[in-house]
């Protein structure tokens, strides 16, 4: 797989100088309990299938059973089936990457099919049992140095403590995912603010109480490394509620009154600018995940819960949405900001979000996300950055992913990466000098200064 991807003299050049930079994965969805336990993997299907959504939207594309897919059936049959649906995906990420994650982990370059997949999963599993294969192995075999995983704001973080008092040689810390807090409208939310008071020793009944609990919890985060805060919800604020209205929302959420959806955006702007200049004094780096529509199937949702492969791509935003809140959190701040990655799910909204970026300190745009971190998804929006904002101070790539396996993709970015710098140097556009800056900066160098700048992380620039 030398050339593979690397469409360009230059392209490859510089891929040699970065294809083995550290990686630092700065938003995924591991789960720390199985980082800690790493507990040996038994089987290919476990790695591959077990909680994918990618993989289980694809099968369901395809035609596959629910059986198939999340259901009773064997993991043999699975394997086969998502063979099968791999092998005319013509376009797809997916089969490059598992044609990766094959080559790198497992030593297999036999091309995944219906006819092969018994084969590939037979050598995969002899491989697993003889290397004993287990989650730290796959991120140290990956040379990642920096994993922040997906952490809720009420959550008590055992795990977090427990790696922290391993010797595990990767960094692993927390981030703070507040999705759940500010959903107000969804079922059991009064359960969930429970939960918040018991896990930040604060019995939260209004404004002023949520607002002690969250500050003991974005300390506990921060104790433990935490270097970034994130959010994906569906929805976005057209406004910031004043304290005096957001406190009357929410006392109202805590009775299990009705919330129109005025109040609840307005809800929405005042928690986040709150958030945003606490994220600024514990110089925490703000993520927005936007433009989702999640549970979109409601029986799928009903059957299987959340991250089953029922959401998709949102409406886009307003640019005076998404201006007014960042505008909101700059004053906030005393005309500073948090440093703040944005990512949106629809691709109409990359270029628009590189230029909001650009009247804001500290604001830039992030890697393609989801259902755009395919070859052209990932070319567009390092083009739209370069052309509106500065690729040189792109963040570079992460998983966000719950595989062990998905760190292939920092290869599939890199080499994407590579060809549409060397066709930049190809046109005179950048240096050779500048490409290999660019490059190495985007792989690792950005994202490891960022990491490097933040006290609570604790690492050092290498």
């Known amino acids: 797989m030398d050339a593979f991807l690397l469409e360009n003299r ?28 790493d507990e040996p993997a038994t089987d290919i299907c476990e790695l591959w299938l077990a909680g994918d959504h990618y993989k289980w939207r694809l099968m369901r ?9 999340t259901g009773d059936a ?36 036999t091309p995944l099919t219906e006819k092969t997949a018994d084969d590939v999963r037979r050598r995969a599993n002899a491989y697993i049992r003889e290397h004993r294969l287990s989650p730290r192995k796959l991120i140290e075999s ?36 507040y999705d759940r807090l500010l959903s107000i409208t969804a079922p059991g939310y009064a359960a969930y603010i429970a939960a918040l008071s018991e896990a930040a020793g604060v019995k939260v009944v209004d404004l002023e109480t949520l607002g002690e609990a969250l500050e003991r919890q974005l300390d506990r985060f921060c104790r433990l ?12 604020p057209d406004r910031i509620a004043p ?4 406190d009357a929302t929410f006392r109202a959420a805590l009775a299990g009154e009705p ?62 949405d998404v201006v007014r809140l960042l505008d909101g959190i700059c004053r906030a701040c005393g005309g500073d900001m948090p440093e703040v990655i944005l990512y949106a799910l629809h691709p109409g909204m990359s270029a628009k979000l590189a230029t909001i970026g650009g009247c804001f300190p500290h604001v830039r745009s992030g890697a393609a996300w989801w259902y755009c971190d395919h070859r052209r998804g990932i070319r567009e929006q390092l083009q739209n950055v370069a052309e509106v904002a500065h690729m040189g101070r792109f963040p570079g790539m992460l ?25 930049m140097a190809g046109r005179e556009e950048l240096s050779p000098d500048a490409a290999r800056r660019v490059a190495a900066d985007l792989c690792a160098g950005n994202i490891r200064r960022l990491l490097a700048s933040l006290p609570q992380v604790g690492m050092s620039e290498e």
């Open 243 to 246: 304290d005096g209205e957001a």
């Open 74 to 109: 064997d993991p043999g049959e699975k394997f086969r089936a998502y063979a099968a649906a791999c092998e005319t995906a013509a376009g797809s990420p997916l089969p490059v990457w598992n044609r990766m994650e094959l080559s790198r982990f497992f030593g297999i370059d």
């Open 10 to 37: 230059t392209a490859r050049r510089l891929y040699g100088e970065v294809r083995d930079l550290p990686i630092y994965d700065y938003h995924c969805h591991l789960s720390p309990r199985e980082i800690y336990l």
């Open 142 to 177: 990956s040379n990642v140095r920096f994993v922040a995983t997906t952490d809720d704001a009420a959550d008590a973080l055992p795990w977090h403590e427990k790696l922290a008092e391993s010797g595990f040689g990767v960094k692993v810390t927390p981030s703070f995912r």
């Open 399 to 423: 998983t966000d992913s719950r595989s062990f396996l998905s760190y292939a993709r920092h290869d599939y970015f890199r080499r994407i990466l590579c060809t549409l710098l060397g066709e």
């Open 259 to 320: 919330i129109d959806r005025a109040a609840y955006l307005g809800w929405l702007g005042n928690r986040m600018v709150w958030l945003g200049e606490r994220f600024y004094r514990r110089r925490m780096v703000m993520q927005m995940h936007l433009c989702v529509c999640r549970n979109a199937n409601s029986t799928l949702y009903e059957t299987l819960g959340p991250d089953a492969g029922g959401d998709c791509i949102g409406d886009e935003l307003p640019t005076r």
């Open 61 to 69: 594309a395809c035609g596959c059973d629910e059986r198939l897919v």
């Open 225 to 236: 490394g935490c270097a970034f805060s994130d959010v994906g919800i569906p929805d976005f």
